[in-house]
């Protein structure tokens, strides 16, 4: 299986990001990146065609999960593993501080 997050900034779709056994992608939109004026969700994921790829969670991505105890209640109410990054983060980023949101896809069967 493989996991799935629309990636938006300021409200406007810009990208995915999946999980799958090799690791990370993320990809903007092909339409995002003809608009006008598209802004790159950080500074370490520039805009460009070919999609971002790492073997762990991007680092941009990590930083926007909670930490500390506000991250023990996310473990403890949706019963997400410390470990499961892209869980922590498909069911605590929806509404996450700042211009990013995460909003969870439908998983695609490989």
Not at 20 to 27: A, Q
Not at 69 to 84: C, F, G, I, P
Request: charged share 25%; with cysteine.
């Amino acid at each position: 299986m493989k996991r799935r997050a629309a990636i938006s900034i300021f409200d406007r779709p810009a990208g995915v990001l999946s999980e799958d056994e090799d690791g990370y992608r993320f990809s903007y939109n092909p339409g995002y990146l003809t608009e006008e004026s598209p802004i790159a969700i950080s500074l370490t994921l520039p805009l460009q065609e070919e999609p971002h790829f790492s073997r762990t969670l991007h680092p941009f991505f990590d930083g926007l999960i909670p930490e500390g105890w506000l991250l023990d209640v996310v473990e403890r109410t949706w019963k997400v593993n410390s470990r499961d990054r892209m869980g922590l983060l498909l069911v605590s980023c929806k509404d996450c501080i700042g211009a990013v949101s995460v909003l969870p896809l439908e998983e695609e069967a490989e």
